[in-house]
C-alpha cells in the first residue's frame, strides 16, 4: 500500500513538473526596446532586471489608472497625475488622497524618470520599483494596505490573466506588482517638444524664444540642465518653511546642511504642469521668476548658485516664458499608449 501511495505521489509531482514546464515555455512576452531620444545622455538602467515587454507595461498602466486600489475606491495614481498635464496635478498646490484627505506636497511630473536615481522631493525612494509603496500606503494618499491591495488584484480575473501574460503565471506578488507599475512609469518619455525639433534641426526658435535661450543658459542652466532640464540634485533655493515644517531632503539625511533643500525639478512641460514648488505655492511662472529675482541672497544655506543676484528685466523675464513654453510636448501629454 505505501508503494502504491509513493507511486501515486511521484506520478503527481512529475505530472505537475511537465505541466509547468509546458506552461514556461508557452510564456512568449512581447519585448519593447528602450529607445533614448537623440541628445539624451544614457538613463540608468532601471529595466536590467525587469524586462520591458508589451504585457508588463499595459499591466503597469492598468494598476495606475484604477481607483479601486485605494481604500475608498476613488483615488488611482492617474488622480494626482494627470495625462495632461505632463502627470503632474493642474491647477491643485497639492495632492488629494481617500476621504477628501489632502497630503502636504504637490505631485511632481512623471516624466523621464529612467535618469533619476532618487525620486519624491526628499529623494526618500532611491528604486523606481519602490515608489508606489508609498503613494500606495501613506494615510493621506490612496490609504490601502499592501495586503488588501494584493487580494484586490488576485480576486480579479482580468488582473489574474494579465499577471500571467507579463510573468508566466497566475501569481500575484508584491514584487511583481512593483514591477509592472515600474514598467509603466518608465516608459514616459517626453523628447518632442518644439525644443527638441530645434535640437534636432527640425524648427526654429522665434526671435523672442531664442532671446529666452539665451537667457536660459546664462541664469538657469546651472541647475535645470540641459536636455533634462534637471541635475536631479536636492537644493536650497530660498523657499521658507511652510505651515507643514516640511524641511525636506533633512528629513531623510538628518544633515541640518540639508535643510529646506528639495529636488530641482524638470522644466519639461512646465507650462502645463503648475503649480511650482515643492507645495504648490507658486501659481505663475511668472511667480516662479520673481521669486528668484527678488532672492534674499544672504539667506543661511541658500544654494551657491543662487548667491549671486539674478538681475532680469520684464522683457527678459517675458522672453525667458516663452522659451519655458517650448518645452511643452503635446505628443507626450496626448499619446494614447500612456492613456487608460
Not at 508588463?56 to 494626482?80: I, Q
Not at 496635478?89 to 488629494?96: G, V
Not at 500571467?164 to 507599475?181: H, Q, Y
Not at 533634462?228 to 521658507?240: E, P, Q, V
Request: hydrophobic fraction near 35%; charged fraction near 25%.
Amino acid at each position: 500500500m505505501k508503494i502504491n501511495i509513493t507511486l501515486y505521489f511521484l506520478i503527481f509531482i512529475s505530472t505537475a513538473l511537465i505541466l509547468i514546464s509546458a506552461g514556461k515555455k508557452n510564456y512568449s512576452p512581447t519585448p519593447i526596446t528602450f529607445t533614448v531620444p537623440k541628445g539624451f545622455p544614457a538613463p540608468n538602467n532601471i529595466f536590467l532586471k525587469n524586462k520591458l515587454t508589451q504585457e508588463g507595461f499595459e499591466l503597469g498602466k492598468k494598476m495606475f489608472y484604477d481607483a479601486r486600489l485605494s481604500k475608498d475606491g476613488e483615488v488611482s495614481c492617474a488622480s494626482c497625475h494627470q495625462q495632461f498635464a505632463a502627470f503632474a496635478t493642474y491647477d491643485h498646490d497639492l495632492s488629494h488622497g481617500v476621504n477628501n484627505s489632502f497630503s502636504t506636497r504637490n505631485a511632481p511630473a512623471l516624466v523621464n524618470l529612467a535618469w533619476m536615481k532618487e525620486w519624491h522631493w526628499d529623494g526618500g525612494i532611491n528604486h523606481l520599483e519602490m515608489q508606489p509603496l508609498s503613494p500606495l500606503s501613506a494615510a493621506n494618499e490612496m490609504g490601502e494596505k499592501l495586503n488588501t491591495v494584493l487580494l484586490k488584484l488576485k480576486g480579479d480575473t482580468a488582473y489574474r490573466r494579465m499577471f500571467k501574460a507579463a510573468f508566466g503565471d497566475a501569481n500575484i506578488s508584491t514584487e511583481r506588482m512593483l514591477k509592472a507599475f515600474a514598467q509603466f512609469t518608465g516608459s514616459l518619455v517626453s523628447a518632442d517638444s518644439k525644443y527638441d525639433k530645434v535640437k534636432r534641426g527640425e524648427a526654429s526658435f522665434i526671435l523672442p524664444e531664442q532671446k529666452g535661450y539665451e537667457i536660459f543658459k546664462a541664469n538657469c542652466n546651472g541647475c535645470h540642465k540641459e536636455p533634462l532640464f534637471t541635475d536631479n540634485s536636492f537644493r536650497n533655493n530660498g523657499i521658507t518653511l511652510n505651515r507643514f515644517g516640511d524641511v525636506g531632503r533633512q528629513k531623510i539625511s538628518q544633515d541640518k546642511r540639508d535643510s529646506l533643500k528639495f529636488k530641482v525639478p524638470t522644466l519639461r512641460n512646465i507650462a502645463i504642469s503648475l503649480p511650482y514648488m515643492h507645495d504648490g505655492r507658486m501659481n505663475t511662472i511668472e511667480n516662479v521668476l520673481n521669486h528668484y529675482t527678488n532672492l534674499d541672497t544672504q539667506l543661511i544655506n541658500l544654494d551657491p548658485l543662487l548667491t549671486k543676484k539674478i538681475n532680469l528685466s520684464d522683457k527678459e523675464k517675458k522672453q525667458l516664458v516663452l522659451f519655458l513654453y517650448t518645452l511643452t510636448d503635446t505628443s507626450f501629454t496626448k499619446n494614447k499608449r500612456f492613456a487608460p
